[in-house]
């Protein structure tokens, strides 16, 4: 019986290399420089394109690319941002287009009974700028106008030409300048001079005055920046209390830090306002407090729209109404009257009040504030009751007819 010659050639099955990737025993003394998954990952062709999870625009329909942006959720926030807009221009342009003094009260002082007469005569000019009040006492005048009951103070001579003029810039320099421009138009008419004194003038730092209204800015808008942040980062609304607990807690830190920033900033580094260092820590850290706590509820009631109305209330109506560029006195309604009632002008009244007026009035400004916190904070919990306190629990057990379906 013949022997059987072996093929001449033998198919490659999954076991067999090529001799080019044949395996090569390797002496004791040596080292593999590739490793089995280098050599395999080399081999494979490299793809070029798109993540997983995302498609080439080519690739994407035109119904499903333009679907995205009808989404209601998308369109509503749009118009949302457009009303902001229109809200915004409506607001700064309506409360600063036409600065007219309205009602600024103003001390009269004269001798033999002529600050009745010049009080009268000052009250009937057309449009009311001034509510005169005549007075007797001088130095009872200079203090209620360093404690912001009085825009100026008036010193009436019967027996010269010359009249005298107390202001106090610190108070606002517009306030001063709106109502010097009166009175010395005042004088122009009855030919009389006006020598205006300044007895309680601004810190060489602090020009014009506005120091205090951009640090209140400031402080604002960390607070509901960090808030808004939060919020969209781990969720408009806490999953548990504890989760709420710790939102919470990110308040009460960042809170004093942004005090003790702002003071470093205009005390120890700029020297705007000098003097009162922890009183301004106390006052910003109150500030950071009210704006982060009240957008945290407004987000936990309204979602993401929370951030907007945050906005709405801090920016849009709370600046221009904070009595910073322009007085309460020289705005008009309604930023007139809500002007103090807001974070913005809370803030503004209690820097002012602590480093110009001898803390004059500082106690219903801080009241202001700690209102909003209270209100941000009711807000928050009660938002979270339907979340984890609930009052409509899950029953933890399947119903009897459930378990036997």
């Not at 301004?280 to 706590?293: R, Y």
């Not at 009595?323 to 809500?338: D, K, T, V």
């Amino acid at each position: 019986m013949s022997e059987e010659q072996p093929p001449s050639s033998v198919p490659e099955t999954a076991d067999s290399a090529s001799p080019k990737q044949r395996p090569r025993h390797l002496a004791p003394d040596e080292s593999p420089t590739e490793s089995p998954d280098e050599s395999v990952a080399t081999a494979l062709p490299k793809t070029f394109g798109p993540k997983a999870g995302y498609e080439r625009s080519r690739e994407e329909s035109r119904r499903d690319r333009f679907g995205a942006i009808r989404n209601s959720r998308i369109l509503l926030l749009v118009i949302g941002a457009f009303l902001i807009q229109a809200a915004f221009i409506s607001s700064y342009v309506g409360a600063f287009h036409e600065q007219k003094p309205h009602a600024m009260t103003v001390s009269v002082i004269s001798d033999h009974n002529w600050q009745s007469y010049v009080a009268n005569q000052l009250n009937d000019i057309k449009g009311q700028p001034v509510w005169a009040y005549p007075e007797t006492d001088p130095d009872v005048a200079r203090t209620m106008l360093k404690e912001q009951r009085r825009q100026a103070v008036y010193i009436f001579d019967p027996r010269s030409k010359n009249d005298q003029l107390l202001i106090a810039s610190s108070t606002g320099s517009s306030n001063a300048a709106a109502v010097e421009l009166i009175f010395q138009q005042v004088a122009a008419k009855q030919g009389r001079t006006l020598t205006v004194n300044d007895v309680a003038p601004v810190q060489s730092g602090d020009s014009h005055g506005l120091t205090g209204f951009y640090l209140v800015v400031g402080w604002l808008v960390g607070g509901y920046l960090m808030a808004a942040l939060v919020g969209l980062q781990l969720g408009a609304k806490a999953k548990n209390f504890r989760r709420m607990a710790l939102r919470l807690l990110l308040c009460l830190v960042y809170a004093p830090l942004s005090g003790l920033a702002g003071a470093l900033i205009v005390d120890s580094w700029l020297e705007s306002l000098t003097g009162h260092f922890w009183a301004l820590v106390g006052i910003g850290t109150l500030l950071s407090l009210a704006a982060s706590i009240f957008t945290l509820g407004l987000e936990a009631v309204f979602g993401t729209v929370g951030v907007g109305i945050a906005i709405l209330i801090f920016v849009v109506l709370g600046n221009p109404a904070a009595g910073g560029a322009y007085n309460y006195q020289l705005l008009p309604e309604p930023w007139r009257f809500i002007g103090q009632w807001l974070p913005n002008g809370a803030g503004v009244d209690a820097v002012r009040s602590v480093v110009y007026l001898d803390s004059y009035n500082l106690g219903f400004h801080l009241w202001v504030l700690a209102w909003w916190v209270a209100v941000g904070l009711l807000v928050f919990l009660l938002a979270a009751n339907n979340t984890y306190w609930g009052f409509k629990r899950p029953a933890l057990e399947p119903e009897p007819e459930e378990a036997a379906a």
